[in-house]
Nanobody
Framework: QVQLVESGGGLVQAGDSLRLSCAAS????????LGWFRQAPGKEREIVAA???????YYRDSVQGRFTIARDDATNTVSLQMNSLKREDTAVYYC??????????????WGQGTQVTVSS
């Protein structure tokens, strides 16, 4: 089993930065992919960014150049640095883990979610 715990959400203004962190425990060393998804009210859960195969990264188009995902295998943590935040980034952000990489939300391991609210 793998447990994921997120931290770092909050209320910020448009243009501000925020950093999310996720600590993985359990059989975290076997994880091939770590990622961040988000879900806004009334919308489907969508992938934001992922890191897999140790260093390969994926970003959805709307966050490319603004968000940076990083992984520290020594501490089993994954972070998401979010810069130049926009109102449309408002959502509950979830850390997720998988043994394969996929852009679809069918990952087996999830954190509890952390709210990110961006005001104008």
């Amino acid at each position: 089993q793998v447990q994921l715990v997120e931290s770092g959400g909050g209320l910020v203004q448009a243009g501000d930065s925020l950093r999310l962190s996720c600590a993985a425990s359990g059989r975290a060393s076997s994880l091939y992919a770590l990622g961040w998804f988000r879900q806004a009210p009334g919308k489907e859960r969508e992938i934001v960014a992922a890191i897999y195969a140790s260093s390969r990264t994926y970003y959805r188009d709307s966050v490319q150049g603004r968000f940076t995902i990083a992984r520290d295998d020594a501490t089993n943590t994954v972070s998401l640095q979010m810069n130049s935040l926009k109102r449309e980034d408002t959502a509950v952000y979830y850390c997720a883990a998988h043994r394969v990489f996929s852009t679809q939300p069918g990952w087996p391991y999830w954190g509890q979610g952390t709210q990110v609210t961006v005001s104008s």
